[in-house]
């Protein structure tokens, strides 16, 4: 597992939170080559049930929300402003918000070494 996932696996275990505030740590790569990847692994986490996926504002009830297939996320992802924050003007439409699963958080144990009960390494 990678910086990347690890960081994505902790920030949705957290609490609820958006795409825009992972730390993705690839500056390699042109933009869109970058986008590519970013995007792919994080349609990988969702199919592989290791997070949950909606959109809408960041105050929005997550439990309630449609949870997106992997799928509607790719298309999403193409979409410059799903990569960004909420804005002003939106209605929240685009900006998607992540949660981790239990077999998310299992992986985040077994891939940093976080057994319950101690320390919380965040990678």
Aim: hydrophobic content about 35%; glycine content about 12%; charged content about 30%.
């Amino acid at each position: 597992m990678n910086a990347a996932e690890i960081d994505i696996l902790w920030l949705g275990y957290e609490d609820v939170s958006g795409l825009w505030e992972v730390t993705w740590g690839d500056d390699d790569g042109t933009e869109p080559s970058r986008t590519a990847r970013r995007g792919d692994l994080f349609v990988t986490l969702l199919s592989d049930g290791l997070i949950d996926v909606t959109t809408g504002p960041p105050s929005a009830d997550f439990d309630a929300a449609h949870h997106l297939a992997p799928d509607e996320v790719r298309e999403l992802l193409r979409d410059p402003r799903s990569w960004r924050g909420p804005q002003l003007d939106d209605d929240g439409q685009h900006v998607l918000l992540f949660r981790t699963t239990e077999a998310g958080l299992a992986a985040y144990r077994a891939a940093t070494g976080w057994r319950a009960g101690g320390a919380e390494p965040r990678g």
